[in-house]
């Protein structure tokens, strides 16, 4: 009986994991989450763990007050299709709030949001 309770045991770990490594999560990105970066970056770059389908992954940078302020030409990388970026304007010294939603390549959405400081 113990060894059919490690199996099962193994069967749910290994669909567990497998299911959770399906959807496209953030893995890093540039301004890195949560950081405080002297001077304007001309890009916000977000790296994903899987290829997102670019007509329906999306990113904002709001200011402050919500206002969008980014270029509003996000691209998914054709080099690298697990890549999203977006151009960023001179960006005034202040947070910044930036909000995503992947959908990967397989039809797994993932949506999230973080913060980055311009410093002066």
Not at 36 to 60: C, D
């Amino acid at each position: 009986m113990t060894s059919v309770l490690r199996v099962l045991a193994l069967l749910l770990l290994t669909v567990t994991t497998w299911h959770v490594a399906a959807h496209a999560m953030l893995d890093h990105a540039a301004p890195a989450v949560g950081s405080a970066i002297h001077g304007s970056p001309a890009q916000l770059r977000l790296w994903f763990t899987q290829e997102l389908e670019p007509a329906f992954s999306t990113v904002r940078v709001l200011d402050r007050d919500g206002k969008q302020v980014d270029k509003q030409d996000k691209q998914v990388d054709l080099a690298n299709p697990a890549l999203l970026q977006v151009s960023l304007p001179q960006l005034a010294p202040g947070r910044y709030r930036v909000v995503w939603r992947a959908l990967s390549v397989d039809t797994h959405v993932t949506e999230g949001d973080f913060i980055f400081d311009v410093l002066p």
